[in-house]
C-alpha cells in the first residue's frame, strides 16, 4: 500500500451528504478488466445530460481540476462496497477526503489504499468548510497525518483524530495481510478447536457429491 | 455478563486480536462474485499467496451475467472478460465456482443460504454490501470491499472493529399485501440512510417471528441501506425447517447436534443493546419511494413530500431528487405513469416473492407501453417457480421471464431503463443512473411492482386485487 505521510493540495468542496458509490464510481460497462479509473469519478456528475461536462461541478471548476483534497458532509460513501470509489480518486491524484461521517464499508477501502480518511467534528467541519470555500482553491491546505493538524489560509491549525493504530499502517503503508499473517498460528488454533466445539462451522461439504 | 446474540458469535470466532487492536474474525462462509474477485486474484498471483481454505470459499457469476434464455459468456459483452477471468480464477485456486450454465447459478445471496452454505450463527463474508441478506438464517454477514477480499482468501479472518449493537424491534402483525420489504422502507425511511451506521442490527419482535425465512432475508438485506454494518434474526424453529435437507447443511447426527446448538442462539433476556428502535407494523401500508435514496420513502397512498415536512437536514436531498425524480411536491405517488417494472434482485427474488407477485399478475395482461421483467435469483428458484407454471402466468401477462442474476439492480449486465423512464423496482437502490443514466426508480415489494405493471402507474395492490373481487 502507498503510504500516507501528509499531503499539500486543493481542497474541493462537495458539500453534500451520503454522496453514493454509484455517484462516485458509476458502472462504466467496460468490456475490460483494467478499467480507467480516471475517467471513473463522479463520470455522470461531471457530466450534463448531452454528455458535455457540466461546468457547474465542482472538480470541473478551473481552480479545482488538479484538487488533492476533497471536502464532503455527512456518511460519504454509502451503498456499494466497490473498491473502485477508491481507486478513482487515487487516479485522480486525490489523496484525502474531509468528511462529516464516512459508511463503515467506504472508510475501509479508504485504509486499505492510502487515501487519508479524515473526520472532523460539528465545530471544525463548519469552520475548515468555510475556509474552503472562502479560499475557492486559490491557496492549498496541508493535511498532516503525523502531527494530525489541517493547516492552511484563513484560520488556525485544525486538530483531527484518528485511531493511533490506522495512523501508523497509513505512514508506513503496511500491508494488511502482512499484519494478519503474524497471526495464522492463532487462526490454527481456532480452527481445531471450532471443529471440535461447532463441526459444521469447518466442513462445507456438498452431501449430494 | 448476558450478552446480545450478536455479542455471542463475534465472540466465538474470534480467532485473535491484531497488534493494532482489531479482532480478527474468522470467516466461516465466503462467497465471491466476478464484478470484483479478479482483482483478488491478480493481487494473490503478483504478491505469491495462496488461499488459506479454498474448501470454505465458494464463488458465482451474478452481476455481469446475461439474463436472455440462451445466454453465454458472449451474450453481454461488457461481462465476458470478468466471467472468463473468474472462471479462471476459480481454477487455478481449487474454488468451486456457480458458472453461468451450473443448475445452482445465481445470486450469491440467494444461493448461499438456499443450498444451505450458510447457518445460523455462522460467519459469512462477500465482496457486496448486501452481504447481510443471510442475516436471515440467523448467520453474522459482513459485506466487504476487494483489498478485504483478498485478505479473507489469504487468512479466512477479517481484521474488524467491533461494531456496536443495536435491536429493532418490529411489533404488530403486517396486514393483507403488506410485507417485509415495506417494512424495510419505513424503517430506513424513519431512521434514515446512516442510521445503524456501525451497528450490527438484530431484527426482534413479532412481525420478525411470523415472517417467513424469505421474508426475514428481504429484511436483512435492506440493513446496509440504513447504514447497517450487519442484520440478522435470531434463528428458531421455523429457521431450521426452511435449512432441513438442503444441500450443504450438516447430515444425520450432526444436523441433530448443530440443531441443539443453534436453539441456543438468542439474545439474553437482560442483554443490553447500543440502541433500541421499535416500530409498530399494524397500520402499515404498502410504501413507495418518491426519490434518490432509500430513505425518500411514503406509503401508496402519499404524497411527494413538501420540503417543509422534512426535517431541515434532508431538505436539500429532497430538492435535488425532486428535479432528477421529475417530480413536484404534493403529487400522489399512486397514479403515475411508469414506463417500466422490474422484479427481482438480491432483496426481492426468491420463491415467495415471485408468488406474490404471480398472484397478483394470473388473470391479467400488463399494461400497453409498459416493459415488464422477471429475473428470478437463482437458477434453483427459476426451476422451482417453473414448476409451479409461474413462468407462464408471467409471461401470458406479457413479463419477460429471464435467467436469473443481479440485471437490472445495478444494471452490470446490461440490462436497463431508458434515460427519462419511470421504473417500479424491486430492488434496493434508488440512487440517480442506477439502472440506467436518467432512469427514475421507485422501491417498492413485489406485490406493488406486479400490481404497477399491471394498472400502467404506480398501484395500490389491495385496490387492484379489491376491484377483481
Known sequence: MQPFVSHTGIAAPLLTDDINTDQIAPILHSRSLKEDYKAMLFHRARRRRDGSEDPDFVLNKPQFRAAGILVTGHNFGAGSSRESAVWSMLANDIRVIVAKSFADIYRENCLQNGLLPVVLGGHDADA?????????GATPFTVDLVTQRISGPGGPDIAFEIAAAERTRLIEGLDDIGLTLKHMDDIARWERQAAVAQPWLQQATDSRR | MPRTLFDKIWDFHRAGQRSDGRDLVYIDRHVLHELHAHHAFA???RQARAVHRPDLTFA???????????RDDGTNPSGTAFIRAMREGCRDNGIRLFDIDDPEQGISHVVAPELGMVLPGATHAVPDSHAATVGGVGALAFGCGTSELAHILVTQVMALRRPKTMRVRLDGRLGAHVNAKDVALRLIAGLGVAGARGHAVEYAGAAVRAMPIEARMTLCNLNIEMGGRSGFVAPDEA????LSGRPFVPQDTLWDRAVAYWRTLKSDDDAAFDREVTLDCSALEPQISWGTDPSQVV???GRVPAPDALEPSRRAAAQSAFAYMGLEPGTPLAGLPVDRVFIGSCTNSRLPDL???AAVVRGRRVAAGVVAMVVPGSSRVKREAEAAGLDRVFREAGFFWGESGCSMCAGGNGDRGRPGERCVSTTNRNFENRQGPQVRTHLASPATAAASAIAGCIADVRQLLAGAA
Open chain 2, 299 to 301: 406509503g401508496i397512498s
Open chain 2, 355 to 357: 408468488q406474490v407477485a
Open chain 2, 60 to 70: 458465482v457469476q451474478d452481476h455481469t451475467v446475461a439474463t436472455q434464455p440462451g
Open chain 2, 239 to 242: 429457521t431450521f425447517a426452511w
Open chain 2, 43 to 45: 493481487q494473490l498471483q
Open chain 1, 128 to 136: 475548515f468548510i468555510a475556509r474552503v470555500v472562502a479560499v475557492d
